[in-house]
């Protein structure tokens, strides 16, 4: 069943049948596009799902006017969303801002999953905080298992 993706900066209107959403929280600036491989490990759900995608195709974080629209389409659909999936990719950024996001969505109890690659070099830090303030969360190491981690929990929401 094709998954319903809402790419920043596209307005969010929910629509019957989207099912579940899911917000792919995770580095952007200096890691690969990680975005499309979970979009296409989410596309094999056999149920419908909505995701909240912020990677766009041209975006120049030094564009002020981008940047503050990007911070406040990721503020308002990473509250909307029924479930946020945090990927800590592999490559030479410490990608601050999803640990900013992850920080308030677990200091928030939002639904989350969470997942750093093996070469990620804050994952202890992930891990810690998680085990600190939400030990029940367990931390991927793959972005197949994180995936299929969410998929499990949207399956229950989709009825």
């Known amino acids: 069943m094709p998954i319903r993706s809402i790419r920043a900066p596209e307005p969010y209107e929910p629509r019957d049948g989207d099912g579940p959403s899911l917000f792919l929280a995770g580095g952007i600036t200096a890691v690969a596009d990680w975005q499309s491989r979970a979009e296409a490990l989410l596309g094999r759900a056999a149920f419908p799902v909505t995701v909240f995608n912020p990677r766009r195709d041209d975006f120049d974080v030094t564009r002020l006017a ?40 677990i200091e928030r109890a939002g639904r989350v999953v969470v997942g750093a690659h093996p070469t990620y070099t ?6 810690e905080q998680l085990r600190l303030v939400r030990p029940e969360v367990e931390v991927h190491e793959s972005l197949e298992g994180l995936v299929g981690e969410a998929l499990g929990v949207l399956r229950g929401w989709a009825g």
């Open 66 to 105: 981008d940047t503050v629209e990007q911070i406040a389409w990721e503020h308002r659909l990473l509250r909307a969303a029924d479930l946020v999936l945090f990927w800590f990719a592999e490559g030479p950024s410490v990608q601050p801002i999803t640990l900013f996001e992850l920080g308030g969505a």
């Open 122 to 127: 804050r994952a202890l830090d992930v891990r």
